[in-house]
């Protein structure tokens, strides 16, 4: 609603202005004076210190005693505090921090250097024989998520398949000032700058081309990559498609009065009635919009486990399922405790809740909005998965204009916003889907060009 | 933002029916299972508990590691966390709490129930001469203020002049779900149902009719008691005036065209252009949109000294000055550091930002909107004044729809939301100037009558 609002009031006025030239972009430094100009990969691991522990232990311990929620409220007012105590009791008590830690480290890590920031990354690389291609692909999270996010869609994506002629690499960074990458000290490392470092991090890595994937941020970096550097991405697939340009937006509200001309019967009401989706949308994203402001007016309370676990697992809650925030629990029962708190354990011994929340404070503003980027057409091949619960449903009709080659739409009915969390399956059967059809795609491509 | 969108989005569509009748109202009973019938009042003092000080004194010297600040982003993405050490270090090794209880302590504090629920206020009366009349002035605080705004302002408006025939008795409670009122446990207790507490309350006090003075909160629930309960109200005023009504906000957006229209030549640029005041709104109305929707979401990490202090205090900084994003300190040096530590003491040690803050989200609903008392007009004689920096500019030609009665709008060339805070002289003046006002004009009403 925030950046939906910002775009009205600037880009219909004042019009759109592509400011940084792509040299430009390539050249910032991010590093600040702490910058390293080290560019090998070496290897990480993550580590859950014991003085860390024992600083949140105590901190979950001796917490302040807790508001009770309003009679009969659930999540209506947000995380429902009844339901705090099991979950801190849990952290603190039946979370078992050494095999957690070990849980995390099952995949290799790695770190390195790109334009000057720390970048940490899992690469899971599939053994294959000579007949099979292995192709990369770049996972990239969102908010508040972490890599954490595909763990268990990881091992399906890289399966050999007789199926498949191909096989999947997985590269899953953290995002910039997320978990173990680093947070930059300078201003202006938004979405479209990080879509840049993910450029290079990919070369740096060999990779001159390759696949995207990403919900959430991820989905908008993928997005940013695939419109500034067509032709590195060979296909881009998200679970989180939004065209933020005004003709998508004129189209939604065009819809309002013949909802066909801009969805399937079987989807308007994900998008229709607008007196349904605005308030719905207006009422779920206050975080985003004081993020998107005042991040560093929020970040220092999160020293509180409580409050960074309400914070965070209210939005797991909202995002996953509409109804939730009618359940007393918030339906988080979709994802397992040790899931949820895994992530949370990433954001807490990283401290990086202040430094990961700025990037929508260096996205929706001004700046970016008027560079034009978002809406800026790219033709790089497109798929897009749509699950039932996503906060936002853009269709074919709305995405085109910004996705040229929108090969496909797939509709899910069930599911949510964390898709490769609560999905794996789901989740991965779409990914390969996808890569196949943008690798018959590219060849039909290629023969036509050769005839 | 949040509520002008919501009001454009139900209020012209759906349109307007008053739900409640004054009886329902009336009776409702907010204290839920531990509800009180007990109307008598007793005294009340604040304490400072030994063990309260030793655990926050515990949390602000075990803080976690801070984030530090973007480079030279003064208070432009919140709160300026260079700015925190110095902070937490005065609160914890500065700040007097022996004193400083004593202080909070100077005025006489009250308590009684009223509509099941313990309201806590300060009482004041002047000693006067038989010629002099006592008048009673019902003060409202906001948030997240506390009945401490006014602490420098009672002497002055309870001060005996032989300039005037009338002294005034200064009732200041505290509001529900603030400081040392009790907190509802019930849905439902906004603005317009706190207008009834408040109405009945100053009947228990011995009050048939009295003026209203607030800021904040306690001026849109002062407009609502004028609104409901034009009889009692001898005459409104407030320094922060606010007409939620379709024909206010289309007025603002027809002046973008004509500002001359809708406000005088040296007041203009308050309103417009719209391109600097939109923006500016809703860069800095994350917390309410936050507030308004997951108050209780948030509310766990004010646990956190740092946090909260963080949280409050940019709140500060941004409403009292424009200019103040800009600078390193925020401009906080407005205040001394014990004002604004006093007022921070009443929400920690009553743990309050969570019930406080539902205020918000009581009131800036459908239900309250399509209640349309918002809207209403009053008749009630009312008297305006706008400082420099208020958040929120509203022109005669757009407050007369609302308050009918409108004899005055004073304009300040300086000053903040916090006026009675920041100014107390020139607060204390203005409001005593209405009062004046209220009764010339009630004297002239009376005898027009009798002619």
Redesign the interface.
């Known amino acids: 609603?925030?950046f939906l609002?910002?775009f009205v009031?600037y880009a219909f006025?004042?019009g759109v202005v592509a400011s940084l030239t792509i040299e430009e972009r390539d050249e910032a430094n991010w590093g600040?004076d702490n910058a390293s100009s080290d560019t090998s990969i070496t290897n990480f691991t993550i580590e859950f210190e014991d003085e860390v522990v024992k600083?949140l232990l105590y901190r979950i311990n001796n917490?302040?005693?807790?508001?009770?929620?309003?009679?009969?409220?659930a999540f209506t007012?947000?995380?429902?505090?009844d339901q705090?105590p099991d979950w801190m009791n849990y952290w603190a008590n039946t979370y078992n921090f050494a095999e957690r830690v070990q849980y995390l480290n099952q995949y290799t890590h790695y770190k390195t250097y790109v334009q000057g920031l720390g970048i940490h990354f899992l690469r899971v690389t599939p053994e294959v024989s000579s007949d099979v291609e292995v192709v990369p692909l770049l996972l990239l999270h969102g908010w508040p998520g972490s890599v954490r996010e595909f763990y268990d869609a990881i091992p399906l994506l890289t399966a050999v398949s007789s199926d498949r002629d191909f096989a999947v690499e997985v590269i899953a960074p953290s995002l910039p000032g997320f978990g173990f990458s680093d947070?930059?000290?300078?201003?202006g490392l938004g979405a479209t700058e990080m879509a840049t470092v993910f450029k290079n991090f990919m070369k740096q890595l060999g990779y001159n081309q390759f696949y995207v994937q990403g919900g959430d941020w991820g989905g908008f970096i993928g997005s940013m990559i695939a419109t500034l550097y067509p032709d590195v991405v060979l296909g881009y697939h998200t679970n989180f498609a939004i065209a933020i340009s005004p003709l998508s937006f004129a189209t939604w509200f065009a819809g309002a009065v013949s909802p066909s001309l801009v969805a399937d019967t079987s989807v308007q009401d994900r998008l229709y009635p607008l007196?349904t989706t605005?308030?719905w949308m207006?009422?779920?994203?206050?975080?985003l919009?004081?993020?998107?402001?005042?991040?560093?007016?929020?970040?220092?309370?999160?020293?509180?486990p409580?409050?960074?676990?309400?914070?965070i697992l209210?939005l797991f809650s909202m995002s996953s399922r509409r109804e939730n925030v009618d359940k007393t629990d918030g339906g988080l029962d979709l994802f397992t405790k040790e899931q949820l708190l895994d992530n949370l354990m990433i954001y807490w011994i990283t401290?990086s809740f202040?430094?990961s929340s700025?990037l929508y404070?260096e996205t929706f503003n001004?700046r970016n909005l008027l560079e034009g980027i978002w809406a800026t057409p790219t033709s790089v091949p497109t798929w897009t998965a749509h699950t039932k619960h996503e906060m936002i449903y853009m269709s074919p009709a709305m995405l085109k204009s910004k996705f040229t080659n929108l090969i496909n739409s797939t509709i899910f009915d069930d599911y949510g916003h964390f898709f490769a969390f609560e999905q794996p399956d789901e989740y991965s059967n779409e990914v390969l889907n996808a890569i196949s059809a943008f690798r018959d795609y590219r060849a039909k491509s290629d023969t036509c060009q050769l005839i």
Chains 1, 2 share one sequence.
């Open positions: 609603m925030y609002l910002k009031v006025v004042v600040g600083d917490r302040r005693k807790l508001t009770p929620p309003l009679k009969d409220s007012y947000g995380f429902n505090s705090l947070a930059t000290s300078i201003q007196l605005l308030p207006m009422r779920e994203t206050g975080y919009h004081l993020q998107s402001t005042k991040p560093d007016t929020l970040g220092p309370a999160m020293e509180s409580t409050g960074m676990l309400s914070y209210q401290n202040t430094t700025r404070a001004t």
